[in-house]
């Protein structure tokens, strides 16, 4: 049989040492990095200003009225040439346009953009105007090389470029440091920043292009790097090595002798249960810190610990006789769990000799008993009452105010011909005469008259029913809301009246649906429990009450229920001489689980 690998130890010095020489690196880092930030935000600055002189410089050279020429006539030809041709910037055909352009004049001024870029040391120095419909640059000065430099009207691509772009040559222009830089192999390090050109009425022309040579400055820059991080990563080294002997004579050593010393007594607790031990006692560190607090506390813990074993030993005595107090309890929970779930109807089809009307109701209690109930009875042939409540609170006390509420709620709908206003007020008088828990319940009561469907109802402070019209969707009825039953002496409860047509289903429920939370702390809420309502709309009322309990119990996954979770389904047919529920006449009586 393998045995598992006990995992490799680490020296707390060496773990000191390493975060200690990381955490270092990592700030020196950091800290060059922003030096560099900011030296090269100086930096471009200055080669900003450079280039925006040594642009100027060159356009005083060529002077203001040839510029305005040049810009001009590049111009004219450049929109003068059918696209066709123009696109090929290089082809012989498209240069026949350009070369007139190539005066004497033209070859001064391009003497003076050459001469500025080789004493000052430029990649280049070009003027430029824009052409945006197709996302070009097109050159109307070239100071470059002779066999680099573009003649007046050729262009250059940025539309389809993927850094140098017309809306970042607008960004560098109009930034007092942001330069475009890129690598070449030949040239190195380039940025290129672009100058405004200005007619002599300052009207824009378009843009001085100067690419600047700053590999110096990487240079210089590496340079500093190869001494700069050997010399940290030493000078981290000994800080870090220093730190780490510090830690080893203050903490480390004293720690391991506290463990040596927890071994030990471990050792001795095994084979001694007097606990009548000093190994810590004898370990006598004076560090004069919190290591020797540590140590106080750890000699007290020696004599602390016998004291608790011998309490634990009476506790565990008391524990064993309340378990079997516990199991006693269980035992009783279990048996007022059946005799609620006897107290509630649960054998369906309700009414099998009846053919108006369908019911299927549950209830789940969130625990072993619950202070929801519901109920429905016949008051005579042609009149059946429904009712469904919920008690505030849970438990053994919330089931008794439910089984006193339903016997009363449903002694008073016999005794009052179905006057469910009369009903409640009745059911509140009582109720509050006996109530000192100060419990309260809300109340959905509603009286059918089977033959015309007509519905007379009072809402005491319960969830809105849901009602679906036949070939229709299930929808939230908001009916007439009033105060929760026992919730005050006074109380009037106001009735309502809807009817139900033939093929129509009616949906009550109490909070536990809405209610129910999932892993998330998401609430289930009206809006799902109705969207659930709406998958089997047309189905029996047990096929829509299991519909939607598979819903929620899918959402709320392995969280336990929030609260009792009860439903009642209802479908009308109607008469038996206008009744479109098909028959059943061998349909079996079931028994809800």
Known sequence: MSTARPEKKQSLEKVAFWNVFFAAAMLIFLMSCLEFIIYAYSLMQNYKRESNEDVGYAIRLIGAEYLDEIYQKTEDVYYSVPEEIRSQRFSDEYKQYLIPLVDQTFLNARFIMTSCREENNLGNVALVFVDEQNGRTVYVIDGDTNENAYLPGQWLSVKDAETETLESMKKIHDSNWRMFITYGSVSGWTATNYVDILDEEGNWLGYGVVDININDFFDKMFQFLRVFIPTVLLIVIYGAYRLSSLLRRRLITPINMLAGAAKEYTAQDKVNNSSATTVFNNLHLNTNDEIQDLWGTMVNMESDIHMTMDRIRVVTAEQEKLKGEQERLNNELAIAT?????????????????????????????????????????????????????VSGKGISAALFMVIAKTLIQNETLIRDGDVSAVLTSVNKRLIESNEADMFVTVWLAVLTISTGHVDYVNAGHEYPAIRHKDGKFEIYKDIHGMPVAAMSKTKFRHGEFTLDPGDTLFVYTDGVTDAINPESESFGIDRAIDALNVKPDGTPKEINDSVRSIIDEFRRDEPPFDDTTMVVFKYYGPQDDNIRESEENAAPETMD
Do not use: C, K, W
């Open 338 to 390: 059946r005799i609620q779930e006897g107290i509630l109807p649960r054998t369906f089809p309700a009414f099998p000799e009846r053919n108006e009307f369908d019911i299927y109701a549950s209830m789940t209690p969130a625990l072993e008993v619950g202070g929801d109930f519901y109920d429905y009875f016949l008051i005579d042939d042609d009149h059946l009452a429904l009712v469904i409540a919920d």
